[in-house]
């Protein structure tokens, strides 16, 4: 239980909050209260709704990095998965539901980027929960209107003839980068290759890491 | 209200593209459980059809610019889904005002006010 450990680091490197010792707050007794009534109610089970946490906790972008070493490895794949990426990922067990999934290759003359303007959406089904900032003002508004300009706060300092193209998500429909394969990774196996892909990269805010 | 901005007068506060922002902040959390409940609670309800990701958002935006600045992200899920569920009928604002006091007399904290875990530690001892 994460307050058990209220001086360390988590798995990802990020501190634990302390959000089981503090003073309840108006939203948490709301959570308690709805979540509790549609228990009695039997509209929902407490096993189910941990057994839905533990599939969000099971999300992770790993499964994207299976997909995306995969397209790297399978010129096959590739093809199904920019035909049709909800398909091709569910062919890896990662499904996406009802909604449709994009995927956008990179390639040496255009980089892609995705975003959600709107709101939060985000390709969960390959990268787990967004993060905060995907999820801020700063990102939303800017990242289509000066998309050099972000990626450079991100470190990312792309050439000046390579197109960037921004893609805006919607509740229904998501994206997921396809970034390019590292120079020198010829001979890598696809779990090697899977290591190379960070979730950045797939979002497009980072490049895969180099061989 | 005055606006010579014709684009901000046709789009709504969350419809931000394009809009002036600060800096990015990169600072990331690791999601509290509670936060976890209400995510779970949002595909828990609208997969049994109480309402849709489109009723979600509707009342998110609804709420307003202030309400993105001074509320959480899933402080405003859990909002938004409560408004969604008492609007489905799926319970009524009489039982939530009950439950939530009941709540909220067990104890001070999450922990403390959280049934399921008085349940668990009980079984443990």
């Known amino acids: 239980m994460p307050h058990d450990h209220n001086n360390e680091m988590s798995p990802s490197g990020h501190p634990y909050r302390k959000d089981q010792d503090h003073p309840l707050t108006y939203w948490q007794n709301l959570e308690i209260a709805v979540r509790e009534i549609l228990v009695e109610k039997k509209i929902t089970t407490e096993i189910e709704i941990q057994e839905t946490i533990n599939e969000m906790d099971n999300r992770t972008p790993s499964n994207g990095a299976t997909v995306i070493a995969k397209a790297w490895t399978d010129p096959s794949y590739k093809q199904r998965l920019l035909t049709n990426a909800s398909d091709a990922s569910r062919e890896l067990g990662f499904d996406i539901g009802p909604l449709k999934l994009i995927a956008l290759e990179n390639t040496k003359s255009i980089h892609n980027v995705i975003v959600c303007t709107l709101c939060s959406c985000y390709p969960r089904n390959l990268l787990g929960l967004p993060p905060d900032w995907y999820k801020q003002r700063s990102y939303r508004s800017r990242i289509v209107k000066t998309p050099r300009t972000v990626l450079k706060e991100f470190g990312l300092d792309l050439p000046k003839d390579l197109s960037v193209r921004v893609h805006d998500s919607t509740a229904d429909m998501r994206y997921i980068v396809l970034p390019m394969r590292p120079h020198g990774t010829e001979n890598f196996s696809t779990q090697a290759l899977e290591k190379l892909v960070t979730r950045d990269s797939m979002i497009g805010v980072g490049l895969p890491k180099s061989a | ?125």
Request: glycine share 8%; net charge negative.
């Open chain 2, 1 to 125: 209200m005055k606006n010579n901005n014709t684009e901000d007068m046709h789009s709504r506060w969350h419809d931000m593209g394009g809009k002036p922002a600060g800096k990015l902040e990169f600072s990331e959390h690791d999601f509290e459980l509670w936060e976890k409940r209400v995510d779970a609670l949002m595909v828990l309800a609208s997969s049994k059809g109480y309402f849709t990701v489109d009723g979600l958002r509707r009342v998110l935006e609804d709420m307003g610019e202030k309400a993105f600045s001074e509320m959480t992200y899933y402080e405003r899920w859990m909002a938004s889904i409560n408004q969604n569920l008492v609007e489905a009928g799926a319970y009524t604002l009489q039982e939530l005002g009950e439950k939530m006091a009941e709540v909220a007399n067990r104890g001070l904290t999450y922990g403390e006010c959280n049934a399921q875990e008085i349940e668990e530690n009980m079984n443990e001892s």
